[in-house]
């Protein structure tokens, strides 16, 4: 048979087959080395598509160091996901002279004494092991600038910021013969990025897994075109198959970057008990909580969410709360309460029932979505101008 075809302008624009990105997923929490990773990345580019490395987890030279991995293992062109929020990139980068690794058992000592308390209550009464993991000072989430430098002078086809607004790069990418890609939750955001100069706007609806807005993707992807014109806009949340593909192209998204399914690939890497919960879950078993980063995130649901709720805490701001939780999951791992840990993921969960090689997903992707518009649609809406 022969191969579908299925472009877009975004096709020229970054030099791809086809239109789908995956997303570049970040690990949720300190010490663990999930999402997307050096695999995934080469597997969805490989494939036709492009895939996005998510760098938020990883020290600047562990990047630097994935970057030039994807550059042995494809010559196809890839994308670098950073987290840029303005907690972050208003201030100057974490300074790493010394022990660049600090415990995060010191490090939650220096939260206020009410959240201190709390994580060490429920330690005492789950009855739960030490804390090992360690900080690490220079991750690029600590060190948003150096990171920045570092994807310009990698020259990534792609730099992608997952949080905060990329405009302040965009000349200096640019110069090096990169494209920037801009995340938005809703219209005022988008508007926003795209107006800072970016070339692509993403917007991610409230299905959407991870950090994830208040607008769901049907109101907010023709919204989101209208105020990012003339920008192209890529179409985020909730799409898990060719469905959700075509939908999008529909609407006038110019393509599309997929979380959850991914991640839920032989690549992705998420750890096996938070594939499981991905299989798991229906659609409305995903929770969005302020519990793991400070900014409202989706997850699948689990019993560290009502803990939260029950706490009557406040949520500290990003990345301080990223302490408490990953203080506490990682005790709830070592201690195997698989029922208090779920990744972050999205409603579109409840369409996944199988790990498989992102190459395939990719592949089914492409196929029903050429198959709805080039067969089904003609076949069975009477449409005419
Ligand atoms: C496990 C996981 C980690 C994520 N980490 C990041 C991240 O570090 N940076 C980012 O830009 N987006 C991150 N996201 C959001 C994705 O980029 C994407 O916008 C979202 O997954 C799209 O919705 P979907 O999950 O319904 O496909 C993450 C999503 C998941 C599921």
Not at 80 to 86: C, S, Y
Not at 101 to 112: A, G, H, N, Q
Not at 148 to 169: D, R, T
Not at 292 to 304: I, P, Q, V
Request: charged share 20%; with cysteine.
């Amino acid at each position: 048979m022969a191969k579908p075809v299925l472009r877009t302008k975004l096709c020229d624009i970054l030099g791809i087959e086809y239109p789908i990105l995956s997303a570049g997923m970040g690990p949720s929490l300190v010490g663990e080395k999930t999402g997307a990773t050096v695999e995934l990345v080469v597997a969805v580019s490989e494939a036709g598509g492009l895939g996005v490395l998510g760098a938020a987890g990883y020290s600047v030279d562990e990047m630097r160091d994935c970057i030039r991995e994807i550059r042995k293992l494809t010559d196809k062109p890839f994308g670098v996901d950073l987290l840029l929020p303005a907690q972050t990139v208003g201030v100057e980068d974490q300074k790493v002279r010394g022990a660049a690794e600090i415990p995060l058992s010191d490090i939650i000592k220096t939260l206020p004494k009410a959240h201190y308390d709390w994580i060490m209550k429920i330690k005492e009464e789950m009855g739960l092991p030490d804390i090992d993991a360690k900080v690490n000072l220079g991750a690029t989430t600590m060190r948003p600038h150096a990171a920045v430098q570092a994807c310009i002078e990698e020259k990534v086809p792609l730099f992608c910021a997952g949080l905060g607004n990329p405009g302040f790069m965009v000349a200096d990418a640019h110069a090096a013969g990169m494209r920037v890609l801009g995340i938005a939750g809703n219209t005022r955001n988008a508007g926003r990025i795209a107006k800072s100069g970016v070339d692509l706007v993403v917007a991610q609806g409230h299905e959407g897994g991870g950090h994830t807005g208040r607008i769901g993707s049907a109101a907010l992807w023709p919204q989101a075109i209208d105020a990012a014109a003339p920008t192209p806009v890529l179409a985020a949340g909730g799409i898990g198959d060719g469905r959700g593909v075509a939908a999008a192209l529909a609407m006038g998204c110019v393509g599309v970057w997929v979380g959850t399914r991914f991640l839920a690939s032989k690549e992705g890497g998420a750890l096996e008990v938070q594939k499981e919960a991905i299989l798991a879950a229906a659609d409305e078993d995903t929770r969005r909580t302020y519990l793991y980063t400070g900014k409202t995130s989706r997850a699948t649901y689990n019993k560290f969410h009502d803990l939260w709720e029950q706490s009557g805490l406040e949520a500290l701001p990003f990345p301080t709360q990223v302490m408490i939780a990953s203080s506490l999951v990682e005790m709830f791992t070592k201690a195997g309460k698989k029922e208090y840990i779920g990744p972050f993921a999205g409603q579109v969960a409840g369409l996944i029932q199988d790990i498989k090689p992102a190459a395939r997903i990719l592949e089914e992707m492409v196929e029903q979505t050429v198959d709805i518009l080039a067969r089904k649609l003609p076949e069975t809406v009477i449409a005419k101008a």
